[in-house]
């Protein structure tokens, strides 16, 4: 029997052109840790309501920026190169970052 080759698994990025400059954008699926509110929100809460908790979340989107405390993401390109609906994840509470 005749193994089959796998397939390289492109990475998902994506290209435009603005004023003769090539940009193009890797897309990442970023795990991190978030903050929590403790309590309900809309009351004083006894002390022994208030819970310590991180919210894990999933975000993926187009790396726009990066330095050495954080990213940002955008989900959203337009075609003569504007982003929208960018977040900002500092790096110290990223899990895991994979490029698509």
């Known amino acids: 029997m005749k193994s089959k080759k796998k397939k390289p698994i492109k990475k998902l990025t994506l290209t435009f052109v603005k004023?003769?400059?090539?940009?193009?954008?890797?897309?990442?699926?970023?795990?991190?840790?978030?903050?929590?509110?403790?309590?309900?929100?809309?009351?004083?809460?006894?002390?022994?309501?208030?819970?310590?908790?991180?919210?894990?979340?999933?975000?993926?989107?187009?790396?726009?920026?990066?330095?050495?405390?954080?990213?940002a993401l955008a989900q959203n390109v337009g075609e003569n190169g504007t982003v929208a609906e960018i977040i900002t994840i500092l790096k110290s509470c990223i899990v895991e970052k994979k490029e698509l």
């Open 19 to 71: 004023k003769g400059e090539t940009k193009k954008l890797k897309a990442f699926h970023v795990e991190w840790k978030d903050h929590a509110v403790s309590g309900n929100r809309t009351n004083w809460n006894s002390i022994d309501e208030v819970n310590v908790k991180v919210l894990r979340c999933h975000s993926l989107g187009y790396l726009v920026d990066e330095d050495a405390e954080s990213i």
